[in-house]
Structure formats: structure tokens, C-alpha cells
């Protein structure tokens, strides 16, 4: 018997985003012309990149002086330094540095390399820093296409990460709008009847991982992700969540303290 059956499907004709693009807009457009509509519980999922162009939220690399500090970084990580510089810049505590990377704590609190600064599918010269506010960003588009649809949806922006001591990265949550990020199931019984005492889910990055497939890392041209049929939707319905609460205070974070 059939329990759940989750359907994802990319969105096809979104153009190349610039600062006047509306994404709302963009969205509501390639879903009228694939024909998919929107259901109530389907979840968007967007690239953070398209977010962070569209805000206009580049940084122009060539601009940059790097200080004695990214000189220094630069060369243990090997990395350009105005590169390191704009890392430094997108931080708010350098974690710790390994071949080919640097873990930093972002401005939003994300612990993840490189400030989650992204050199892919952008212009010659540039890069883009994660969104300066993705929840912000994921509740105006939610808000929007449900007032053009009418239908309860989420929203959430997705960042692509690494994972502590594994190869590889996958799809994250950074920003969610409409649903919660983490499906706290303490006080549940599991099939032995045995109580769940700390069982925690993040949904909003279990969502991300699965859209990551279908966008895709290179040339795909798939940055929005319609998830449908997710039948907990209605369970995790929250129109006042944030990324927040998926975030470890650092006092709990036992490989800096």
C-alpha cells in the first residue's frame, strides 16, 4: 500500500535573472505556460542565486583590496585572495580552514564554507553572497502567489552545502516561508510503542536535498522545484516560520567550544 507519493518537477523557461526581474512574477509565468498550476500543500523551492541576482546582491570582486588577513588565508586555503576578502566580509567568525576551503559562521548564522558564496552561473568577475535576508525573501513570493493562485503553498530558498566529515555536497534550507522548518515528533510512539524523546525532523533541508536533485549543479537551467503530494503540509503549516529555528546556538556547538 502506497502510504505517500511525492511528485517534484522543475520549472522550464525561467530566464536569466537580473535586478529587475520580479521572481513572483517569473514563477507565476512558467507555471501558466507548463500548464502545472498550483495545488494547495505544493512547496516552491528556489536557488538561492536566483534570489541573491534578483536583489541585485552581487559581489564585484575586482573591487576588492584584500587585507593582510585574506593574504594570509588566502594561502593556507589556496584561494584568490579578493576572493578570501569578500569571505572575510560575508562573515561573522572565520570556523576554521582547510585545503580548498574556509568554514566560516555567515551573517545569518549559517556554519558552512566559504560564507556561502557562490562563483557558479553569475558574470565574469562576480560572485553572490548568500541572500541578506532569505526568510524575508521567501514570504513576499509565497505571499504573492497565493493571492494570484489561491491556494495555501511554501516557499523555501535553498543553498547548496557540505556536511561535516562526508564527501559531497547537498541541496539546504536558508530561508522558508509557509511551513515549519524543523517537524518536532517528541512524545510520538514509534512501532514498538516506545516514546520518541529528542526525534526532531528537518523537513525544510530533507525538502531542499530532494529539489537539489532535479536542479541540478551545472548547466540543468532547473532553479525552482514544484514539491507536491507531501501530505504533512497541513501538519507543518506555520505562515510565521523562519530558517531560525534550524540554527544551533554555538553554545551548543560542541567543535567550537
Excluded at 510520538?188 to 516514546?195: F, H, S
Excluded at 531542499?208 to 501538519?235: K, N
Aim: net charge negative; charged share 25%.
Amino acid at each position: 500500500m502506497i502510504i505517500m507519493c511525492i511528485e517534484l518537477f522543475g520549472l522550464e523557461n525561467i530566464p536569466i535573472i537580473d535586478g529587475s526581474s520580479d521572481i513572483s512574477k517569473i514563477i507565476k509565468e512558467a507555471i501558466e505556460k507548463q500548464g502545472c498550476g498550483l495545488c494547495h500543500g505544493d512547496i516552491i523551492l528556489i536557488a538561492e542565486t536566483l534570489i541573491s541576482k534578483a536583489e541585485e546582491n552581487f559581489i564585484k570582486l575586482y573591487d576588492l583590496t584584500p587585507s593582510p588577513q585574506a593574504i594570509e588565508l588566502a594561502q593556507k586555503a589556496k584561494k584568490d585572495p579578493q576572493l578570501v576578502e569578500s569571505i572575510i566580509q560575508q562573515s561573522n567568525e572565520i570556523v576554521a580552514v582547510g585545503p580548498k576551503f574556509i568554514i566560516t559562521e555567515t551573517k545569518q548564522g549559517f556554519v558552512c564554507a566559504n560564507a556561502g558564496i557562490d562563483e557558479s552561473n553569475v558574470g565574469e568577475g562576480l560572485v553572490t553572497p548568500m541572500p541578506v535576508d532569505a526568510d524575508k525573501s521567501a514570504f513576499e513570493i509565497r505571499e504573492s502567489l497565493e493571492k494570484e493562485f489561491g491556494e495555501e503553498i511554501a516557499v523555501i530558498i535553498t543553498d547548496t552545502q557540505g556536511r561535516a566529515f562526508r564527501f559531497g555536497a547537498i541541496g539546504t534550507a536558508i530561508g522558508c516561508s509557509g511551513i515549519s522548518p524543523i517537524w518536532k515528533r517528541v512524545g510520538e510512539k514509534d512501532l514498538y510503542g516506545r516514546e520518541l524523546e529528542t526525534t526532531e525532523i528537518a523537513t525544510c533541508d530533507e525538502l531542499a536535498s530532494a529539489a537539489s536533485l532535479i536542479m541540478g549543479q551545472a548547466d540543468e537551467g532547473l532553479p525552482v522545484v514544484i514539491v507536491r503530494g507531501f501530505d504533512s503540509f497541513d501538519t507543518l503549516r506555520d505562515v510565521n516560520s523562519t530558517i531560525k529555528s534550524v540554527i544551533m546556538p554555538k553554545e551548543f556547538d560542541v567543535f567550537r567550544n
